[in-house]
């Protein structure tokens, strides 16, 4: 019998845990069954209280004084020693049904999910199947505020397909509290970070006003001697149009659009993780009974 899941990722305060708790309220509103773990060993409080918390096997504060290490270090271990203690995992998710959609929130440091190989390991052992057998899916948040400075939006994409490649596993990226830039950005535009676009580089505002200044931009471009303003020279440009053409030519990252306190935002991403992990496929149909109709059998 397999088992459904979904990691939520990215950056550190891109909105996962909200977004999780955003989730399970519509789960929960929609009488589906949900299992909530925290994998963050530093988080303090939350929106729905986890069913597994990591923080009951080990807790960054107490790595970080007994071991003597800083928090990306100490986050390191906790992971470590989570990967040493696997039981804590398989006892708590062994026993849950179809039905049930595991959510992993996941820490925001973004050296787990590029540099070191302990995320790959924990999917593989998730999703072995004849032992866990979890169909898992990861959802990668970046905050949607990025795009208003072109190349950091640039600089998260390559993360977000990083991830993609490390982990080998179904993947949709989300751009996340879509509120924060709502009327600031023209939906012609829109549509170019949705489906990263490489002209954005081209067509960034603060180019187009030093073209309007009288700037012969096309030339400061091409000047591989150009040591000006390090973050606005012609350098750090072809740097950005390279790793934008890079993630443009392998098509990979395209962003679905949240927001959280919106209830159709999150069920219409709900319906791309049910979707690749075939969810419905593997349920049972089930008795509608006379409550879920909404009346009562005696009337
Ligand atoms: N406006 C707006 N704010 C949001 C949204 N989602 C999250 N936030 C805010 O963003 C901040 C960070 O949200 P979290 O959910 O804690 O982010 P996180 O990715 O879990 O953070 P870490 O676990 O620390 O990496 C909080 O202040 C949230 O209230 C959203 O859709 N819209
Ligand atoms: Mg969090």
């Known amino acids: 019998m397999s088992k459904f899941g979904t990691l939520v990722l990215g950056p550190a305060g891109a909105g996962k845990s909200t977004f999780c708790a955003s989730l399970i309220t519509h789960l929960q509103l929609n009488r589906r069954s949900c299992f909530y773990v ?11 209280q986890p069913d ?4 009951d096997l080990i807790s960054l504060e107490d790595v970080m004084e007994e071991m003597g290490l800083g928090p990306n270090g100490g986050l390191i271990y906790c992971f470590e020693f989570l990967m040493e203690n696997l039981d804590f995992l398989t006892d708590a998710l062994d026993s849950l049904t179809e039905e049930y959609l595991i959510i992993f929130d996941m ?3 973004i050296e787990l999910y590029t540099h070191i190989p302990i995320l790959p390991a924990l999917v593989k052992f998730l999703s072995r199947p004849g032992s866990l057998d979890i169909r898992l899916c990861a959802a990668y948040l970046l905050e949607a505020t990025f795009i208003v400075d072109r190349a950091k939006f640039f600089s998260g994409t390559l993360s977000a397909m990083s991830a993609m490649i490390l982990l080998e596993m179904p993947h949709i990226n989300i751009l996340s509290k879509m509120d924060l830039i709502k009327g600031q950005v023209r939906k012609k535009d829109l549509k170019k970070f949705i489906t990263p676009d490489t002209t954005l580089i081209e067509e960034d505002p603060d180019i ?3 073209r309007k200044a009288g700037e012969d931009v096309v030339e400061a471009l091409a000047d591989p001697q150009d040591n000006g303003d390090m973050m606005r020279g012609a350098s750090f440009r072809r740097l950005n149009t ?3 053409s890079l993630i443009e030519n392998f098509s990979m990252v395209s962003y679905l659009k949240l927001d959280a306190s919106d209830e159709d935002s999150v069920a219409s991403i709900l319906s791309y993780i049910d979707d690749m992990i075939q969810y419905h496929e593997a349920q049972e149909p089930r008795e509608v009974k006379d409550e879920d109709r909404g009346y009562d059998a005696e009337e």
């Open 52 to 55: 597994l918390d990591i923080k």
């Open 242 to 244: 390279a790793v934008a």
């Open 107 to 109: 820490p925001g440091q």
């Open 38 to 48: 925290n994998l963050d060993p530093a988080a303090e409080s939350f929106e729905h």
């Open 208 to 210: 187009v006003a030093r």
